[in-house]
């Protein structure tokens, strides 16, 4: 073992990244345990991607320190190369190439044993559920198939961080559960993951530790509970029957995340009678008409509402 | 803790094997060309189109203008012209080759597969000398089926096994310089449709020059660039050897011309393959 286990797999302090004007990381600090599952949670364009490029040596942050498996990123992007193993949002594999080719390609560029290789090709393909697809060109693989086989590519080096960016995004429920328990198998073997997701219901699986990022910074950091027991409640969702009315309730009641195309507010708010009398009340005063109003039990989805509405981050960073 | 879970690098610190890389990436190459061979299809048809054409419709009347010792009809000019043409001929078959190497370079940049072998540590070059060695190869087998079917239409080379020789390891050489500077064009265009434009003065260069007409029947301004751009000379130097004319300076000129290609291209092309990744 080339790490003490006290070591943290990923230690990052102070990363930035720009493009030109625009801030896309402002300062993020990341530590990541060796053998956990770490996610960075965040909207479209809230720097995820841009994370795992720069952590997986794709492209250099403007400032920071960065250790990824005991290697500085900046000084060895070789050694980190060598310990890590990389997933991205874009499907990675060789489309003209079968499933067999893509992996015996993978073992080839690890200089592995022509022997070895085929033994670790054939069992990742078994693994992934692949061995029947294993003879077909990736050209012809559904989507699910294409990610099981990025991630068996990932594999045959044996990373010990591995790098998984939105690994589900768009794969159907039972491809999502399966590539769920191919990760929950990794990290029993002891690999460290470090997950981006949109998907709050993925974090909250999956994930020993949450980072929400919001606009490059990284606005909570936690487990799953720790990020629920921020808000103290869940939220009130309202519908209304015209956009007039919904812009009418949203300048009286302010901080709110609007859903315009089902003419809906949502308001946080803890669901007890007397802040639901307070906020119908306040909605009476302006005699603003609700189609329709629901109660909702917190979840991580209104975690994360709150952490990157509008003007709220400052509040709840430093609650 | 399991122990297929820290196989990690040696201690010591991880080496290159930039050989056996580019043999690994070779080899997925070669297997691209073969799971795709529509492409090499079109590459090969491309130059052999040109020669049909150049032999049987333009030949007759083209090889008379040519002033050779007899003026005995079309059916003689057109074997003369056959045996003119054919050098330009066989350059534009490698030609397209490049043409070809920058498309296949194109197609991998927009594929996530680059990216994840830029996250892998393996020899980066080794990426780019994959191509630029199956493109070779590539060359190889089309300028074998294209010499052979210029035999069939009346190429009539002089050339004896020594003669022979040289040419295959000249153009080995042409190649080699020409896929370099396609690889540095493939990465440079931002799709596959680009890639295949950017090549297409490298196909028409031979026009320009001594390929398929002499270059002293050409206005001033043209003729001195046909005589000095680098197509020129390589064509008079397979032109010299196949039909053992004399070759004069143009081999050297053809060389350092093939050397400072290469090496621009290749300094190019890494200097592009390690900039910042974007996408």
Redesign the interface.
């Known amino acids: ?2 790490i003490k286990q006290s070591r943290p797999a990923i230690a990052a302090t102070g990363l930035r990244k720009s ?1 030109g004007d625009q801030v896309v990381l402002d300062g993020l600090d990341l530590n990541v345990r060796q053998g956990t599952v770490f996610s960075l949670l965040g909207a479209n364009g809230a720097g995820k991607t841009t994370t795992v ?1 720069i952590l ?5 942050a403007d400032a920071g320190d960065v250790q990824v ?1 005991g290697h500085d990123l900046a000084r060895e992007p ?2 980190v ?6 997933t ?1 949002q ?8 079968t499933g067999t ?1 893509n992996l015996l ?1 993978m073992a ?4 592995l044993a022509r022997r070895e290789g085929r033994r670790r090709a054939a069992r990742l393909l078994e693994q992934f559920d692949l061995t029947e697809a294993g003879r077909k ?1 990736a050209s012809t693989y559904s989507g699910g198939m294409r990610r099981r086989l990025d991630l068996a ?2 594999l045959v ?2 990373p ?1 961080v591995i790098f998984l960016d939105e690994p589900t995004t768009g794969l159907d429920p039972r491809s999502r559960r399966n590539m769920w328990q191919i990760i929950r198998d990794l990290v029993a ?3 460290t993951i470090f997950l981006t997701t949109q998907y709050l219901e993925e974090a909250d699986e999956l994930a020993d530790r949450i980072a929400v990022l919001d606009h490059g910074r990284m606005v909570a950091e936690g487990t799953a509970e720790e990020l629920k027991r921020r808000i103290p409640g869940g939220h009130v969702r309202l519908r209304f029957a015209d956009p007039q009315r919904l812009d009418a309730a949203m300048r009286v009641l302010g901080q709110t995340s609007r859903d315009n195309d089902a003419l809906a507010l949502r308001v946080p708010s803890d669901g007890s009678l007397r802040s639901l009398k307070a906020l119908i009340g306040r909605l009476d005063d302006r005699a603003i008409e609700v189609d329709e109003l629901s109660v909702h039990t917190p979840d991580l989805d209104d975690v994360f509402l709150a952490l990157t509405g509008n003007s709220t981050n400052e509040k709840v960073t430093t609650q | 803790m399991s122990t297929h879970a820290f196989t990690g690098p040696a201690p010591a610190g991880p080496r290159f094997h930039p050989l056996r890389d580019s043999a690994t990436m070779l080899r997925r190459n070669l297997k691209h060309m073969l799971r795709y061979p529509s492409m090499t299809v079109m590459l090969v048809g491309m130059p052999i189109v040109f020669l049909l054409l150049f032999v049987y419709v333009f030949g007759g009347t083209l090889g008379a203008g040519l002033g050779g010792p007899m003026h005995s009809g079309a059916a003689h000019g057109r074997a003369e012209y056959a045996n003119y043409v054919a050098p330009a001929i066989i350059l534009m078959t490698v030609t397209a080759t490049v043409q070809g190497t920058a498309i296949s370079i194109a197609m991998d940049m927009t594929e996530g597969i680059i990216a994840r072998f830029r996250t892998m540590h393996i020899a980066r070059v080794s990426v780019l000398t994959g191509h630029v060695l199956g493109s070779v190869i590539q060359a190889v087998f089309s300028l074998a089926i294209v010499i052979g079917v210029a035999l069939l239409v009346g190429f009539r080379p002089v050339a004896g096994l020594g003669a022979w020789l040289a040419t295959a390891g000249f153009l080995v050489t042409v190649t080699f310089a020409l896929v370099w500077l396609s690889v540095a064009l493939g990465q440079v265009s931002k799709s596959v449709e680009t890639a295949s434009n950017l090549p297409m003065p490298l196909v028409l260069l031979p026009f320009l020059g001594s390929g398929f007409v002499p270059t002293d029947s050409m206005p001033a301004g043209l003729r001195w660039f046909a005589e000095y751009q680098p197509f020129t000379p390589i064509i008079e130097t397979l032109r010299g050897l196949l039909m053992d004319k004399p070759i004069g300076n143009n081999a050297w000129i053809a060389l350092a011309w093939c050397a400072l290609i290469a090496l621009g291209g290749y300094l190019w092309s890494k200097k592009l393959f390690n900039r910042e990744y974007s996408r």
């Not at chain 1, 190369?81 to 990389?86: D, L």
């Not at chain 1, 874009?90 to 190439?97: E, G, W």
């Not at chain 1, 080839?108 to 200089?111: C, E, G, N, S």
Request: hydrophobic share 45%.
């Open positions: 073992m080339t493009f490029k997986s040596t794709l492209i250099s498996a070789d050694a190369r060598a310990a890590i193993g990389v991205g874009f499907s990675a594999v060789d489309n003209l190439l080719e390609l080839d560029l690890h200089h060109p590519m990932t080096g044996s010990r073997g002891g690999v």
